[in-house]
């Protein structure tokens, strides 16, 4: 599905390149559940970043459903991006001015969809997710788990291929995190979502299909379960 | 799409009420503003729109040349000019004359039926028009014929109002009345038409039209003959065939001049260049003198325009200051709509959707705003502007496009800086204002109150040029004078018997008669020159004609020689008196010197010789806009149009009554009528007058929509720096040490603006003030004290919030982090 070569990320500081990430390749089928572990600075969200389009690399090669990324415009990017990649947040980060409902429907409106389908798309969504009775709320009158799970359902209203979750129960307690990653799995396996998730969490990185640990920018190790 | 730009905006709006409330108020007052200065330009522009021939009429301008130098152009031409234009020149196809009854202050118009009351009324703007005039202006005839209007001798045609007031409900058709005129005589005329003067204006702003035919003025026309060259008090207009260049013709008038008025203008000693000048431009035409009635002047047309511009633009830039500076509350909202998939344009037009639907709201306001304050703006500048929605629906629609654009324009810097956010370190939350969007924050606060300074000393120096107008001394004494109009033969008359009655009267000072006072129009003048020399010396001199205690009642002082006087019986109109700035002018060297010399004028050939007698201090006859210029008082035996009573201190009313009593009795014919001589002054200042109220008003909208746009930011910037104040308040900081920590910041904005801002508004009101020839110069203290209320200003709007903050509890503000 996607192919990192030599990856690299670097600040320059006086003479000195400051490296966060530090030469990573890295090979991601269809269908993989990822987990990404690693310290605090060692490049976890960057590298969730450069995957997800929102960050560019300062070297390397980055290949997305055999696209050269490193080589396209900003506008087949944004198309290549809209199409493919949902995104989950540690603190959700839905927008506070809208409904659930509306939260949930803003990348359709962002990908031109027509006001009746949008309307099918998200019903089914709220259906699925069994938040219908919220979906007048906003977010402020909602719990974190609660929030989160609109985090879901948007990041995938757009039937996304790839998602990206950078750790998505941060700010959740255990019982609403085992939740959301009984839903990870449940999406993993049944609708062949692929994934990739950030996590602090040996348990929750358990349910993947292959936990990558970064140390200092690189791959110190990669396993699979 | 648009929906849901407008819902989130609408949401957004009602989450930061304080914000919306201040952009909101900021941009309806300043539209509002818009809106009343564009109605007001929007009528002083339409002036003789009416006129169906209007892009063919033209009005004669002459410019008088003396000695290589020209004096200012005036629409004034001879008699006989209308009529030769119209034989020499085939592409004119019809002239017509107008000459306002330019003596009468009011002309008094009696009306007496059969069985009733007899009606007398104090009537303005009458004119003398050839018939040929309503075949080249537009007049809306609600009874009578225009084609023969004024064909016959002693007829007249009225406005509606003035038929109202004679005659009610009833006809006017083929009424008489009694007209009495100090310039056209006295005499009965028929009424052939009515018109109504509708609502558009014109620079003709007729009451009443007399026929030429059958007055005094007749006789005087007749008596000009073929001479081309002087009494230049016509009005002449001239209808062009379509198609006709004014350029082409304007080229052929110093050819008609030289053939025309060639020789005389040669005795006179000046030349003449005429020009056209078209009849939709007459009313903006402030270079030109004396005409019909006032135009409006285009600088003060600019002024007022900028003015309002730059309100909007301050309402625009409190937008743009307020939505930077809260950008990072919008921040993360980027950041997560990028991450869902939006482009920079779509966020562009999200942003840009709320400024509009801000704007739109602010429309609304103005729209309302503009209703309300139409009544109050029509007195401020003493205009008659409607609003209606449905006569004015393109204005309205003029007004929307207006408040789009106000909108796209001050949501565009926003929008471009908000959509610009990268989402990955807004998403962190490492959001920091970068030092540009800073800089171009505080460069736009500083522009904002140079717009302020730059008010305040305009109004200050305006209002100090008023101040000195009012109290300067004008060199006669302008107070406790009551002039009566003496405007029929029975009162000019009666005026010997009336000064003999009241001179019993202990409260009089003293009585005087004359042709013109000071403060109204002095119409006759002449070329006068020292004996031995010749015309082309002659000195323009305006001429009044008194009787022989007018002086001493104004209070005129002599500095050589003598006024007129009872004591010196043996006067008569061969002595004159002349100002300072005349025997001056005249080369005599010195007031002394001028004493039982001989100037002279020469008329048509014909010399007249006059001895001075005395020489006064120069006084303002005119007001302060002007210099004082040659002036001569003659002796006169009667025929005065005003007489003067000066009043000791004492009960006003008491001796108005006496002098009621007193006109009464010796004129019981005419109504009394009655002004101070000072208020007669005052009303050359009215355009002034109208700027400085204006110009204040506006000047009190912009600080204070400038002070908003800084009280929001301050409000901002406390908020923003809570933390920051509770840290340092724990580490042992005065509340005074937070407070100037807090202000010092903006209160060198403020200074930076007064520093940038007083050398434009020196240069600025140096120009204004040199249209006054007798002013009140700029100095220092202007700027002394401009700067102190800029800053005592600035530091209420910054200090309050300063305080606020300074005085909250730090324990709160740092457990609320």
């Known amino acids: 599905m996607l192919s990192l070569q030599h990856i690299s990320k670097y600040y320059q500081v006086g003479g000195n390149k400051n490296f966060v990430i530090n030469d990573i390749s890295l090979d991601i089928d269809e269908g993989e559940f990822i987990s990404i572990m690693g310290p605090s600075g060692s490049g976890k969200s960057t590298l969730l970043n450069i995957i997800g389009m929102l960050d560019e690399p300062t070297d390397g090669f980055h290949y997305f459903v055999d696209q050269p990324v490193h080589q396209l415009k900003e506008k087949q990017r944004a198309a290549l991006y809209k199409q493919y990649i949902g995104f989950v947040f540690q603190a959700y980060h839905l927008i506070d001015e809208l409904t659930v409902y509306e939260n949930i429907e803003t990348p359709l409106i962002y990908q031109d969809v027509k006001g009746s389908e949008r309307k099918a798309m998200v019903a089914d969504m709220l259906d699925r997710f069994q938040i219908v009775g919220k979906k007048d709320l906003f977010p402020a009158q909602l719990s974190g788990g609660q929030q989160q799970l609109v985090g879901i359902a948007r990041a995938l209203i757009a039937k996304p291929k790839l998602l990206l979750a950078d750790e998505p129960t941060g700010n959740l307690n255990s019982k609403q995190g085992e939740e959301i990653m009984e839903l990870f799995r449940k999406l993993n396996k049944e609708d062949g979502v692929t994934i990739i998730q950030v996590t602090h969490s040996e348990k929750n990185a358990e349910y993947g299909t292959r936990i990558i640990n970064l140390l200092d920018g690189r791959v110190e190790s990669s396993r699979k379960l | 799409m648009i929906k849901n730009y407008f819902k989130i905006g609408w949401r957004n709006m009602m989450k930061n009420k304080f914000f919306s409330f201040i952009n909101i108020f900021g941009l309806s007052v300043g539209l509002a503003c818009c809106m009343l200065i564009a109605l007001y330009l929007n009528y002083e522009t339409s002036f003789d729109s009416q006129h169906k021939n209007a892009p063919n009429v033209y009005q004669v301008i002459t410019a008088f040349v003396q000695n290589g130098s020209k004096r200012m152009k005036m629409p004034n031409t001879p008699a006989p000019m209308a009529g030769a234009l119209k034989q020499e020149y085939p592409e004119v196809v019809e002239t017509a004359r107008l000459l306002k009854l330019f003596i009468d202050d009011k002309t008094i118009i009696q009306y007496n039926p059969a069985n009733g009351e007899r009606k007398s009324l104090l009537e303005q703007n009458g004119f003398l028009a050839d018939q040929s005039f309503f075949k080249i202006f537009t007049y809306n005839f609600t009874e009578g014929n225009v084609a023969n209007a004024l064909t016959n001798p002693r007829t007249i045609v009225v406005s509606k109002k003035l038929a109202e007031k004679l005659f009610g409900n009833q006809p006017a058709l083929s009424k008489v009345i009694h007209v009495n005129s100090n310039t056209n005589g006295e005499q009965d005329y028929t009424i052939t038409g009515v018109f ?165 709201i602010a429309f609304v306001f103005a729209i309302v705003i503009t209703l309300i304050l139409l009544p109050l ?281 006496t002098i009621e009593a007193s006109w009464k009795k010796y004129d019981p014919n005419d109504p009394f009528d009655y002004t101070f001589m000072d208020d007669d002054f005052q009303k050359n200042y009215q355009a002034d007058t109208r700027l400085a109220g204006i110009v204040s008003y506006f000047t009190v909208v912009a600080i204070l929509i400038s002070c908003l746009g800084l009280f929001g930011l301050a409000a901002f910037s406390a908020e923003q720096r809570t933390k920051e104040i509770g840290v340092r308040k724990v580490l042992g900081a005065s509340v005074k040490t937070i407070v100037s920590l807090l202000s010092v910041d903006f209160l060198k904005l403020i200074i930076a603006s007064v520093i940038i801002a007083s050398p434009i508004a020196w240069w600025l009101m140096n120009k204004w003030l040199q249209a006054f020839a007798y002013r009140k110069d700029i100095d220092w203290t202007i700027f002394a004290y401009t700067a102190t209320i800029a800053i005592f200003i600035g530091l209420i709007t910054i200090g309050s919030q300063a305080l606020k903050a300074a005085l909250a509890n730090p324990v709160k503000s740092l457990r609320s982090e």
């Not at chain 2, 007004?399 to 959509?419: D, E, N, Q, R």
């Not at chain 2, 120069?618 to 008082?633: M, N, S």
Request: glycine share 6%; charged share 15%; hydrophobic share 45%.
């Open chain 2, 196 to 360: 109504d003067d509708g609502k558009v204006p014109s620079h003709i702003s007729a009451n009443f039209f007399l026929s030429v035919a059958g007055g005094s003025m007749e006789g005087f026309i007749k008596r000009q003959g073929n001479d081309y060259a002087s009494n230049n008090m016509f009005y002449t207009y001239l209808l062009l065939k379509p198609g006709t260049s004014p350029a082409t013709l304007q080229a052929k008038l110093p050819t008609f001049i030289d053939k025309y008025a060639g020789k005389d203008l040669k005795n006179m000693g000046f030349q003449k260049e005429q020009s056209l000048l078209a009849l939709r431009d007459i009313h903006l035409s402030s270079e030109v003198e004396s005409n019909v009635t006032a135009p409006a002047s285009k600088t003060y047309l600019y002024v007022l325009f900028s003015i309002a511009a730059f309100t909007l633009i301050i309402a625009c830039i409190n937008f743009m200051n307020l939505s930077t500076a809260r950008s990072s509350k919008r921040s993360s909202e980027v950041g997560v709509r990028k991450v869902l998939g939006a482009e920079k344009s779509t966020l562009i037009r999200q942003f840009l959707g709320e400024s509009v639907l801000m704007t739109l």
């Open chain 2, 377 to 657: 703006f029509n007195q401020l500048a003493d205009k008659n502007i409607t609003l209606s929605a449905d006569k004015d629906t393109v204005l309205f629609f003029e007004f929307l496009l207006m408040a789009l654009i106000t909108g796209v324009l001050a949501g565009s810097y926003p929008a471009f800086y908000l959509s610009s956010f990268n989402p990955v370190k807004v998403l962190k939350g490492k959001l920091t204002n970068s030092l540009a969007v800073v800089a171009v924050r505080k460069g736009l606060v500083v522009f904002q109150f140079i717009i302020s300074v730059v008010l305040i000393v305009a109004s200050v120096v305006i209002a100090r040029q008023m101040n000195f107008m009012r109290t300067a001394d004008l060199g006669f004494a302008k107070d406790q004078q009551i002039v009566l109009p003496l405007r029929t033969a029975n009162a000019k008359a009666a005026y010997a018997a009336m000064k003999a009655d009241l001179q019993q009267n202990s409260q009089v000072a003293s009585i005087g008669a004359s042709a013109y006072y000071p403060g109204v129009f002095n119409p006759s003048d002449n070329l006068l020159y020292r004996e031995g020399q010749t015309t082309a010396e002659g000195r323009r001199t305006r001429l009044n004609y008194v009787d022989n205690n007018f002086l001493q009642t104004l209070d005129i002082k002599p500095v050589a020689g003598r006024l007129f006087s009872p004591a010196f019986g043996a006067d008569t109109n061969v002595n004159i008196i002349i100002n300072e700035k005349a025997a001056k002018e005249y080369g005599f060297g010195s007031a002394q010197n001028a004493i039982n010399k001989k100037i002279q004028n020469n008329y048509q050939g014909n010399t007249t010789a006059y001895t001075i007698v005395g020489v006064v201090k120069d006084f303002h006859y005119e007001d302060l806009h002007l210099p004082v210029t040659p002036y001569g008082f003659l002796l006169n035996t009667g025929g005065y149009n005003y007489m003067v009573i000066h009043a000791k201190q004492g009960n006003m009313a008491s001796m108005l009554k």
